[in-house]
């Protein structure tokens, strides 16, 4: 049997192959709702996001079931309430960042993700009833400017815009995902069978918001118009669901969640370089304009603030 040491290095470097994976869904996403948008146009936002991201894990949960028919009959009681509180997180977090990249960069909505890792290591602060240290509060010093910086924050009106907030919200759940896979009380858990309730959770919590806003039944019919359509849509629930929670759900729990949190900075840095190059050769492939981003001072200045405050705590979080 391998030391702690050695499974919690082994764990570390399989959370940052999930960083990429998960990193794709930033610039897939949005492809793939530019791609909806021209083939039901006038549907709203919400239809789309529910349709992408129900529709991507109840086809990774199917996946799952395919590979081990009876996993479900063996789903502990902690597995289950594990399993539908991520999915309650994820899908929800999830749903908002597709809304967002309808409104925002698919860079901008990755870097404001990480806004969530600044509050893991306060919510362990305040679970065990110590006062943040200094580094604490200059971390927020750095993130809350990066934060105004990078979603372009309007100083005259005083608010963001809409794929900004979203972002935002969503990060708040992903927080609460972090933790839960940090929570001692489920280190026995067998993290297959987590998610798949997870992917299922996911789906059946986004349902009612797509029939909501669907207009026909053959709304739903979208994902397979094209051949091109679907093929993106498979890659995506193949890598950034399938392979990004299986990853994660499995090592995180090796490691610290402060910890998880700086290997997860990684994830808005593999998605700004994939946005440099993915959106052009995604548009051509799905015949629709969708330029490349560009490095812009926004995104560096805001984004070098983000995960500096990011690295920072993460790094005071794990010394004695």
Request: proline share 5%; net charge neutral; charged share 10%.
């Amino acid at each position: 049997m391998s030391s702690p040491e050695v499974r919690s290095g082994r764990a570390m470097v399989m959370l940052m192959l999930a960083a990429p994976a998960w990193a794709l869904s930033f610039p897939g996403g949005k492809a793939l709702v530019a791609a909806l948008e021209a083939e039901l146009p006038g549907r709203s936002s919400w239809f789309f996001a529910a349709l992408l991201i129900g529709g991507r894990f109840a086809v990774a949960g199917l996946f799952l079931l395919a590979l081990q028919p009876g996993i479900f009959a063996r789903v502990t009681r902690l597995e289950w309430l594990q399993g539908v509180l991520l999915g309650v997180c994820v899908g929800t977090g999830t749903c908002l960042q597709a809304d967002a990249l309808a409104y925002t960069d698919a860079s901008t909505v990755a870097f404001l993700t990480q806004f969530g890792c600044v509050l893991i290591p306060l919510v362990v602060f305040a679970r065990h009833r110590r006062v943040p240290p200094l580094i604490t509060i200059l971390c927020l010093a750095l993130v809350v400017p990066g934060v105004a910086v990078l979603a372009r924050f309007d100083w005259q009106t005083l608010r963001f815009g809409r794929g900004e907030l979203e972002t935002l919200i969503g990060s708040l759940f992903f927080t609460v995902q972090v933790l839960a896979l940090d929570e001692p009380a489920f280190r026995s858990n067998d993290s297959r069978r987590v998610s798949l309730v997870m992917f299922f959770a996911i789906a059946a919590l986004l349902a009612p918001i797509a029939f909501s806003q669907a207009h026909g039944a053959a709304d739903f019919l979208a994902l397979a118009a094209s051949w091109q359509i679907f093929a993106v849509f498979l890659a995506m629930t193949l890598i950034c669901s399938v392979v990004a929670f299986l990853l994660m759900n499995r090592w995180q729990p090796l490691v610290d969640a402060t910890t998880a949190g700086i290997i997860y900075c990684l994830e808005p840095v593999f998605a700004t370089i994939f946005a440099l190059f993915l959106p052009a050769l995604l548009g051509g492939f799905l015949g629709l304009a969708y330029p490349n981003e560009t490095v812009t001072s926004h995104l560096l200045i805001g984004g070098s603030l983000i995960t500096l405050a990011n690295v920072l705590i993460a790094l005071q979080s794990r010394a004695p």
